[in-house]
Nanobody
Framework: QVQLLESGGGLVQAGGSLRLSCAASGRTFSIYAMGWFRQAPGKERQFAAAISWSGGRTFYTDSVKGRFTISRDNAKNTVYLQMDSLKPEDTAVYYC????????????????????WGQGTQVSVSS
């Protein structure tokens, strides 16, 4: 089992920045990829970004490309999401997720393909 703990959410004005962190514990050696998803009120959970744990390959949904950056620190078992040029439509609860299946490709974009989830952290962007 992998446990995930997010931090770094908050309230920011449009155009501002936030950095989310997600610390993994437990069977971290089994992690093949990490991802960030977000869920706005009344909407389904949506993919935002993902990173492979070993090679650091990244993938983003179109709406965050050029504004968000996902990165990881393997020594700290932590993944980050740097969010710049935030928009009101980025307002959501952000969830960190880990994928432990070794099947390739490591990076996936569907929530059901991730095994472990954090509790979520609220990001609110005011106009």
């Amino acid at each position: 089992q992998v446990q995930l703990l997010e931090s770094g959410g908050g309230l920011v004005q449009a155009g501002g920045s936030l950095r989310l962190s997600c610390a993994a514990s437990g069977r971290t050696f089994s992690i093949y990829a990490m991802g960030w998803f977000r869920q706005a009120p009344g909407k389904e959970r949506q993919f935002a970004a993902a990173i492979s744990w070993s090679g650091g390959r990244t993938f983003y949904t179109d709406s965050v490309k050029g504004r968000f950056t996902i990165s990881r620190d393997n020594a700290k078992n932590t993944v980050y999401l740097q969010m710049d040029s935030l928009k009101p439509e980025d307002t959501a609860v952000y969830y960190c997720a880990a994928r432990t299946s070794p099947t390739l490709p490591a990076i996936r974009v569907h929530a059901h393909e991730f095994d472990s989830w954090g509790q979520g952290t609220q990001v609110s962007v005011s106009s």
